[in-house]
């Protein structure tokens, strides 16, 4: 029995690096994913096998995610309130996040700068133009199955196209209205970069709903690598640093050591949560 990766899923078919081959019998189909690592017989072409994951993602459907590109642009104008809810996932769920900055060739140094001063001490910052192929710097970061994650006509089509010297995806479609439905069900699939590097283009990260957070309000502080050296701070361990007097959060912010942006996508997180659990 061979061991291999799951690249691509079209219908019943499941392609094992080049090969297509269909599941076992007793293997549900809906059970295997894009990402997924299985045992397969490379003579008839059966999937045995699914090998333990370390995740499992629903939208966009994909297994074992390692790392996310989360890419921004100048145009359209950047949604930072996405892009904390895309860390606070990454965080959750295991995952390393990477800022990906796109259209280098449009960008303005305000912008730069504000990204630079919100982010740089958070996660990795890349600055790439696929406009201009100059994409490697994103080469360095895509370790194991990475995917791209961000708001729809960032560039991360062509960002793959550029990274690969080909049309693999479909650049621009997104951006008209009447394709908006095609976004969310179109097929994720990995591409090779090279030994056991992969990435995906997806567009299903491009409205994270809090839902798919799992985690209650009250559990969001530590999950905000920024806030975890004030915690200790807080009056109450319970602390939800929004209306507390003594709060470490509160304080780091007031002096410039947690940014604004920051602190308000926490708290418009944390109501948004509290309030899905009202109208449950
Ligand atoms: N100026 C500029 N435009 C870009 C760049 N990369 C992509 N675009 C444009 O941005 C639009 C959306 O690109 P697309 O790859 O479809 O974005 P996606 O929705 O994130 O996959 C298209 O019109 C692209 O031509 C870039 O580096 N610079
Ligand atoms: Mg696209
Ligand atoms: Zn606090």
């Not at 360095?140 to 560039?155: D, L, R, Y």
């Not at 050591?257 to 309030?275: G, M």
Request: positive net charge; hydrophobic residues 40%; glycine residues 6%.
């Amino acid at each position: 029995m061979k061991k291999g990766l799951v690249v691509k899923k079209n219908a019943n078919l499941f392609f094992v690096g080049d090969l297509p081959c269909v599941a076992r019998g007793n293997l549900k189909e809906s059970g295997i994913f894009v990402g997924d690592r299985v045992e397969y017989d490379n003579r008839t072409q059966t999937i045995e096998k699914v090998l333990p994951r370390r995740n499992l993602l629903i939208r966009p459907p994909i297994a074992n995610l390692e790392r996310m590109l989360i890419v921004v642009a100048p145009t359209p104008k950047p949604d930072f309130y996405l892009v904390d809810k895309l860390i606070l996932f990454c965080q959750i769920n295991d995952i390393k996040p990477i800022l990906v900055v796109n259209k280098t060739d449009i960008l303005k140094k305000d912008l730069k700068d504000f990204i630079q001063n919100t982010y740089s001490h958070l996660l990795p910052i890349v600055c790439v133009s696929a406009q201009e192929g100059e994409v490697n710097a994103i080469k360095t970061e895509v370790k194991g199955i990475c995917a791209f994650a961000g708001q729809s006509a960032v560039g991360k089509s062509s960002l793959i196209n550029a990274l690969f010297d080909e049309e693999r995806e479909k650049v621009g479609q997104l951006s008209r209205k009447t394709d908006r439905g095609k976004q969310t069900t179109r097929l994720v699939s990995l591409h090779h970069l090279g030994g056991k590097n992969y990435l995906a283009d997806t567009a299903g990260f491009s409205k994270l709903d809090e839902r798919l957070l799992g985690v209650q309000e009250r559990e969001l502080g530590r999950f905000f690598a920024d806030f975890v050296p004030y915690l200790g701070e807080c009056e109450y361990n319970s602390c939800c640093h929004i209306a507390e007097k003594k709060c470490g959060v509160k304080q780091a912010l007031k002096v410039g050591k947690i940014s604004e942006q920051r602190y308000n996508s926490y708290v418009k997180i944390f109501q948004t949560l509290k309030n899905m659990r009202r109208v449950k």
